[in-house]
């Protein structure tokens, strides 16, 4: 199936994309470039998102299934975020002052990563087929495109300051009876990730004590 192009168009203007043949995606809520439209013609709209990782992740790389009740709709909606036992923290660039290696820092805790805005291709292709509401929108608190999680029910914004930052929330439970909602996978057992993105220290640790990792779901070789 070939990757479909979203737009981000404000509300007052959605009547210019729909007379461009722009079309809407229910579940999203976002209008998108039709399969045989020209793209160029929409350049306005089409979102740049960041490209630039910043740190590598040490496997294994998790993916944290967790819920959340939406503020808005008041129903229970699952979320997922993904974490792993440490993580590294990649230079910015190189200066010709430092040293290869020097600068930088390598964390081995365990850790979870919230505002991801840039994953692997394969990664991303993945989140794409089997994450249908978590996916890049537009952050109005952190004013940035991230991999946000969606509520299935109504399809409000579930941002990542809530659910990662807030006592009680998904992904920052108190008591192993929160944690025992959660299901975590292992992604990729060897190996490195590399995303840009947030990461958590402390909630991760206390996940994986009262809680088992599940199989083994290695999506695709090779996603560094
Ligand atoms: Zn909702």
Redesign the pocket.
């Known amino acids: 199936m070939p990757k479909l192009i979203f737009l981000e168009v404000p509300f007052e203007q959605k009547d210019e994309v729909k007379a461009l043949g722009a079309k809407w995606h229910s579940k999203r809520r976002k209008w998108f470039v039709p399969e045989d439209g020209d793209e160029s013609i929409y350049s306005e709209w089409i979102p740049q998102y960041e490209t630039e990782f910043n740190l590598r992740a040490i496997a294994p790389f998790y993916l944290i299934h967790s819920f959340e009740i939406?503020y808005?709709?008041?129903?229970d909606?699952a979320v997922v975020t993904f974490g792993s036992l440490g993580c590294e923290y990649l230079n910015e660039k190189d200066d010709e002052y430092s040293e290869e290696g020097e600068g930088d820092e390598i964390k081995e805790e365990p850790v979870s990563f919230s505002y991801i805005s840039v994953v692997p291709e394969r990664l991303a292709a993945y989140i794409e087929e089997k994450l249908p509401n978590y996916f890049l929108d537009w952050s109005n608190t952190t004013e940035s495109f991230y991999y946000m999680n969606h509520?299935e029910?109504?399809?409000?914004h579930l941002g990542d300051f809530f659910l990662h930052s807030e006592p009680e929330h998904a992904f920052f439970p108190q008591t192993p009876q929160e944690v025992q909602r959660m299901k975590i996978i292992d992604l990729k057992p060897q190996g490195t990730v590399k995303l840009s993105a947030s990461p958590h220290w402390g909630s991760m640790e206390f996940i994986l004590k009262h809680t088992s990792v599940v199989g083994s779901e290695n999506p695709r070789q090779d996603q560094s």
């Open positions: 939406c808005k709709c008041k129903m909606s509520c029910q109504c399809g409000a």
